[in-house]
C-alpha cells in the first residue's frame, strides 16, 4: 500500500509564504548544489513550491529536463506553470505528487532534490529513500534543512520593546520574550504538526538512515541574512502577517493550544525587532549531496 504524508504543513500556502517562497532561487538556495549541475540532466525537485528554483535549474539544463512535484496544492502548481510558460521554459513540468510515494520508476533522475521539506514531513528518512529510489546508479540526492535552532538575530527585543534580559529579570514566560517566545512558539508548533524545526542539524543522519554510505554523503552549511531595511522589512513584515494571517496561525491553536493573545504578542514583536535600525537576522541551513551508488 502506498504511504501517504500524515505530516501538517505548518506555513500551507498564504499570501505571507508565498512571497517568501517566490523569493527563492538557484543561487540563494542552492548554490551548494550548482556545480553538480550538467546540461543534459534529468532532475526531479521534490516539494517545488511556487517553482523559482525549479525554473532556474531548468535554465541550467538546456538538454535535459526538470520535473516540479508538489502535494496538494493545485493553486501554487497553476502559477508555477504560468512563470514557465512565461519564460518560455519548455523543458520543464509540475505535476502534483507526495514524496513518501513517488510515481516514477527506480533510477529515473540524475539528480533529486528538495529544498526547506524534510522540516515539514513525518517520516523525512523515509522521503529520502524514496528520492534515493528514483535517483539513478551514479546519480544524486539533495537536500538543504534550516535549523530554527540556530537562528540568530540582532537586537534581542523583548515583549513589550524590553530586551530579553529585562523581560527574563520580571519574570515574564516565555511568550513574552519576543522573538525568543516566536522560536518557541515555532518549535512547539511544527512538532505538534509532525515535523522537526531543527532538521538542519539531523539531514546528514537522515540520509545515512536513509541507505546512503556515510563516505557518499558531502555536507555543507550556508545561510540567508537580512541586513539591509529593505531585507529587514521584508523579512518582519511577512512573519508577522504570516503568524496571525496563515496556516501557521490555525494550527498553533488547533495543534499546539497557542492563544490568540499568544500569536498577537509574536506578530508585535515582528513589527518591532523589524523598526529596530541594527536588526540583522541569519538563517543557517544544513546541506547534504549524497551519491546513489
Partial sequence: MSK????TYTHGHHASVLRSHSWRTAANSAAYLLPHIQPHMRILDVGCGPGTITMDLARLVPEGHVTGLERDAAGVLDQARAQAAAQHLDNISFVAGDGNA??????????????QVLQ????????LAEMRRVAKTGGLVAARESDYGGFVWWPEVGGQGQTQGQAQAQGQGQAQLGLEGWRACYTRVTRANGGEPNAGRMVHAW?????????????????????????VEWW?????????AS?????????AGVGEAELEEIAAAWRRWGSEEDAWFSVVSGEVICVKR
Fill in 102 to 115: 513517488l510515481a516514477f520508476a527506480d533510477g529515473s533522475f540524475d539528480l533529486v532534490l528538495c529544498h
Fill in 207 to 231: 540520509a545515512r538512515r536513509a541507505g546512503f554510505a556515510a563516505d557518499a554523503i558531502t555536507c555543507s552549511s550556508s545561510n540567508w541574512c537580512y541586513a539591509t531595511k529593505a531585507e
Fill in 236 to 244: 518582519s513584515g511577512l512573519w508577522a502577517e504570516r503568524t496571525v
Fill in 4 to 7: 501517504s504524508e500524515t505530516a
Fill in 120 to 127: 515539514h514531513v513525518r517520516d523525512p528518512v523515509g522521503v
Fill in 247 to 255: 496556516a501557521f496561525a490555525a494550527t498553533a491553536k488547533e495543534n
